[in-house]
C-alpha cells in the first residue's frame, strides 16, 4: 500500500493550514472521503435521487437498487449471513442504543448483569446505564490492566450465570487497544450471555467475520471508514433481530395500520422508519468498495506500524505521556505534554498545520481511571505516513520551548 499515492484521492488534504501543508491525524474522530465517495454521492443526487421502496417509477427503482445494494455490500463486508441481519442507521450511538433500547429493556429482568468496561465510549456505556436503571438490572465492569488491555482471567472472573450482555469496543477509541473480542464472545455464550461490540474503531483498520467472531450484535459508522456522515449500521444475528420490537415507528417499517394497532414489516425494514439515509448508504457502498480495492488486512498493518513508529519517536520526547499499550495497538497514540492542557497542545499544533484531538474523547470514566482530566490523541489512517509523525514530533518540540517546558 503508497500512503503517498493515496493522498491524491482525497481533495481534502490538497492544502494549506495556517501556511503548512494540512496533516490531518484526527481520523478516529472522522476520516476524509475520497473522490470516488463524493462522486458516488453527487451522481445520485443528480441522477437517481427519489424515494426507495415506494414508488414504481424509475428514479424510485434506480435509487432503491442503490440502497439495497449497497446494503449487500456491508453485510458482504461484516460476512453476514444475510443481508436481512444489516440495519440502516445513524451509526454506532443509534447501532447500540437500538440495541439497548429494543433488546435489553425487553429481556433484562432485576439482578441480570450488564458487562463492560471503563474504557467504552460513552455511546457504548450510557445505554446500558439507562436500561440497568428501567430493568434493575446490575452493571458490572472488567477490570483493566494498567496499559488499557483485558486478561481473560479477568473476563471470565466478572462474566457470570447471571450475565445476560457482555459490550465492549473492538479497539479502544482512547488507548487504541485491540480487544480479544472472540474469546471474550466464546465466555459470553458460554454463560449464556449475548455479545454487542462497538465497532466504530475496528470497520476502518482491519477485517471483521462476525460469523467467525461468533458476535451476536455489531455496530459502526460510516464516516470514520471514508464514508459520509450520518450513516452506519448495526448487524444482529437473526433470530435475536426478529425477536427485538423497534424503538422507532412511523412509515416505511409497518405491515398494516389499525386504529388501536400496527404490524411491523419483516427484517430489516422494520427497525428503519420513515425516509431512510439513501445517499449515505450509497457513500457508503463506495466507501466499502474503496477500502476492499486497497485490502483491509493491508490497511491494518500500515495503521498497527505507523502507531509503533509515532510510540517510538514520541517517546524520544522527555516529559511526554503515553497511554496504552505499546504493541498489539490500532491506528492512534494517545499522550500528554508535561503539565499543559490537551487544548493548549492542540492550538499550538494547529499553527502547524496539524490536525489532532484534545479532550475527554467520550471516556470520561476512562479519563479518571488515568487520573487525568483530558488528553491529545493523533490517530492515523491509509493516507497518512511516517513523514506525518515527523511533523508531528517536531511540532510538539516546538510546543514544549513554547511553554519553557
Known amino acids: 500500500m503508497d500512503a503517498r499515492a493515496l493522498r491524491s484521492e482525497f481533495p481534502i488534504l490538497d492544502q494549506e493550514i495556517n501556511g503548512h501543508p494540512l496533516v490531518y491525524l484526527d481520523n478516529a474522530a472522522t476520516s476524509q472521503k475520497p473522490r470516488s465517495v463524493i462522486d458516488a454521492v453527487k451522481r445520485y443526487y443528480e441522477l437517481d435521487n427519489a424515494n426507495v421502496h415506494?414508488?414504481?417509477?424509475?428514479?424510485?427503482?434506480?435509487?432503491?437498487?442503490?440502497?439495497?445494494g449497497a446494503r449487500e455490500k456491508v453485510a458482504r463486508f461484516l460476512n453476514a449471513a444475510s443481508a436481512r441481519e444489516i440495519i440502516f442507521n445513524r451509526g454506532t450511538t443509534?447501532?447500540?442504543?437500538?440495541?439497548?433500547?429494543?433488546y435489553a429493556r425487553q429481556q433484562l429482568r432485576e439482578g441480570d448483569e450488564i458487562?463492560?468496561?471503563?474504557?467504552?465510549h460513552h455511546s457504548n456505556l450510557i445505554p446500558w446505564q439507562q436500561a440497568a436503571k428501567a430493568t434493575g438490572a446490575t452493571l458490572k465492569f472488567i477490570p483493566l490492566q494498567e496499559d488499557g488491555s483485558l486478561k481473560l482471567s479477568d473476563v471470565e472472573e466478572t462474566?457470570?450465570?447471571?450475565?445476560?450482555?457482555?459490550?465492549i469496543a473492538y479497539v479502544s477509541n482512547v488507548m487504541g487497544t485491540v480487544h480479544p473480542v472472540k474469546e471474550i464472545a466464546a465466555i459470553a455464550h458460554k454463560n449464556g450471555a449475548i455479545m454487542v461490540v462497538d465497532g466504530a474503531q475496528s470497520s476502518p483498520h482491519m477485517k471483521v467475520d462476525v460469523r467467525d467472531l461468533d458476535v451476536d450484535f455489531y455496530a459502526f459508522s460510516g464516516h470514520k471508514m471514508c464514508g459520509p456522515t450520518g450513516i452506519g449500521a448495526l448487524y444482529g444475528k437473526t433470530a435475536l433481530l426478529e425477536k427485538m420490537e423497534p424503538i422507532e415507528f412511523g412509515g416505511e417499517m409497518i405491515d398494516f395500520v389499525e386504529l388501536y394497532d400496527s404490524s411491523w414489516k419483516e427484517l430489516p425494514w422494520k427497525f428503519e422508519g420513515g425516509t431512510p439515509i439513501i445517499a449515505g448508504a450509497v457513500g457508503l457502498g463506495a466507501a466499502i468498495d474503496f477500502l476492499e480495492s486497497i485490502g483491509l488486512d493491508e490497511i491494518d498493518r500500515h495503521g498497527r506500524e505507523l502507531s509503533r513508529?509515532?510510540?517510538?519517536?514520541?517517546?524520544?520526547?522527555?516529559?511526554?505521556?503515553?497511554?496504552?499499550?505499546?504493541?498489539?495497538?490500532?491506528?492512534l497514540v494517545t499522550f500528554n505534554l508535561g503539565d499543559v492542557h490537551p487544548h493548549d497542545?492542540?492550538?499550538?499544533?494547529?499553527?502547524?498545520?496539524?490536525?489532532?484531538?484534545?479532550?475527554?474523547?467520550?471516556?470520561?470514566?476512562?479519563?479518571?481511571?488515568?487520573?487525568?482530566?483530558?488528553?491529545?490523541?493523533?490517530?492515523?489512517?491509509?493516507?497518512?505516513?511516517?513523514?506525518?509523525?515527523?511533523?508531528?514530533?517536531?511540532?510538539?518540540?516546538?510546543?514544549?520551548?513554547?511553554?519553557?517546558?
Open 54 to 68: 415506494r414508488g414504481v417509477h424509475t428514479l424510485g427503482s434506480r435509487a432503491t437498487d442503490a440502497y439495497e
Open 94 to 102: 443509534t447501532g447500540l442504543n437500538t440495541v439497548a433500547g429494543g
Open 115 to 120: 458487562v463492560v468496561t471503563q474504557s467504552e
Open 159 to 167: 462474566i457470570t450465570e447471571r450475565t445476560r450482555i457482555v459490550s
Open 309 to 331: 513508529y509515532a510510540y517510538g519517536r514520541l517517546s524520544e520526547i522527555e516529559g511526554i505521556a503515553i497511554y496504552g499499550p505499546s504493541g498489539n495497538r490500532s491506528g
Open 345 to 405: 497542545v492542540a492550538t499550538v499544533l494547529d499553527t502547524e498545520g496539524i490536525a489532532i484531538r484534545a479532550g475527554h474523547h467520550c471516556c470520561q470514566p476512562l479519563m479518571r481511571w488515568l487520573k487525568v482530566s483530558a488528553t491529545a490523541r493523533a490517530s492515523f489512517y491509509l493516507y497518512n505516513t511516517e513523514e506525518d509523525v515527523d511533523r508531528l514530533v517536531d511540532a510538539l518540540v516546538k510546543t514544549k520551548e513554547f511553554f519553557q517546558l
